[in-house]
């Protein structure tokens, strides 16, 4: 895996993105292509444990039980997808200690909608219909990504991204068919929360000078513009369904191009959440961080029972 290629070597990668193969961890690849794999998995790995924070707060105060236990199994999927995450990225090369010590510092990012507070329990369910169907908009093409392990991750990450919009949605449901004062919650949730999942999706693509080398490299499929308008032409039919009001005064039909025409996000707010000054950016470091280091003494437990029964194997 050396860093100069031979002719044969970088065929050989070419060809085998030409035809749409996987690149498999002991294959020859570019380093820019490795360190754009490692900085995108260890990205969406952090996003997933980061995002277990948000709703995570809610799980002692759920309503009925058996909210309780959907939440539960959905924040605990999220660890699932965060460890699959960064067992992709250890085939690059890279320890997900590192990993987890570059999220800490401030090195590495992960997803700048979970800087955003959750207010009420309707936010469970719109995280998990914008949030996750945004999620689910921004994955399923990955499931293709040109690096085999990440791609093999992707397909059951979507899957179980899939229930966690359809509860998400349930919840919503359940609440528009309540009183006015739940009705008002979910409304109130989906106005807080439309913006920021359109710009999960990234900045426009004019401004994403990234993007055009990762679909090249096929890592990525479609643009951050494509993603966002799949998003919201997915999107619009089910609030009307919910009968919650986008809070979009320019969102129509456009019946010429077969999607939907939307507003502009405010991407000076993207850039100062992405900059770390979004309202939770703080909070959510800071707790990742004290519960890995209150989490050393598990993993040091698992460290000596794994060389126990090495040696006595
Ligand atoms: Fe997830
Ligand atoms: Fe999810």
């Known amino acids: 895996m050396s860093a100069e290629p031979t002719a044969p070597e970088l065929e050989g990668f070419e ?30 790995a952090h996003s997933e444990i980061i995002g277990m924070q948000p709703e995570g707060t809610w799980l002692t105060t759920a309503p009925s ?7 539960m199994a959905k924040v605990q999927d999220e660890a699932g997808h965060g460890i699959y995450l960064y067992s992709a990225a250890e085939t690059l090369g890279v320890d997900r200690s590192d990993l987890t010590e570059q999220l800490i510092t401030l090195r590495q990012k992960y997803s700048s909608i979970f800087n955003y507070p ?32 990440y791609a093999r991750a992707m397909i059951r990450i979507c899957k179980e991204e899939s229930f966690h919009q359809r509860q998400g949605f349930e919840l919503l449901m359940t609440m528009m068919n309540g009183t006015d004062e739940q009705r008002a919650m979910v409304q109130e949730s989906v106005d807080r929360w439309w913006w920021p999942s359109l710009m999960m999706f990234g900045p426009p693509d004019d401004a994403s000078p990234n993007s055009a080398r990762s ?25 009307e369904a919910l009968g919650v009001t986008l809070p979009d005064p320019d969102l129509r039909w456009n019946a010429e191009r077969g999607g939907y025409d939307f507003g502009e996000p405010d991407w000076d ?6 900059r ?33 029964q090495a040696t006595s194997a």
């Open 215 to 239: 679909m090249a490299w096929r890592i990525k499929r479609h643009t951050n513009d494509e993603l966002r308008q799949r998003f919201v032409d997915m999107t619009v039919p089910q609030a």
């Open 269 to 274: 707010e993207l850039d100062r959440v992405i």
């Open 65 to 71: 039980l058996r909210r309780k236990a959907i939440l």
């Open 276 to 308: 770390g000054e979004g309202p939770c950016n703080e909070e959510r470091v800071t707790r990742r961080a004290d519960a890995h280091r209150e989490g050393g003494w598990v993993r040091a437990a698992a460290a000596a029972y794994a060389g126990k």
């Open 15 to 44: 060809q085998t993105l030409a035809h749409d193969q996987r690149i498999e961890p002991r294959d020859w690849m570019p380093d820019g292509y490795r360190r754009t794999l490692v900085r995108q998995i260890a990205q969406h």
């Open 118 to 149: 959750t207010l009420s329990y309707a936010d469970v369910g719109t995280i998990g219909w914008l949030v996750d169907g945004a999620a689910i908009c921004n994955q399923v093409p990955l499931c293709r990504s040109s690096y085999g392990p």
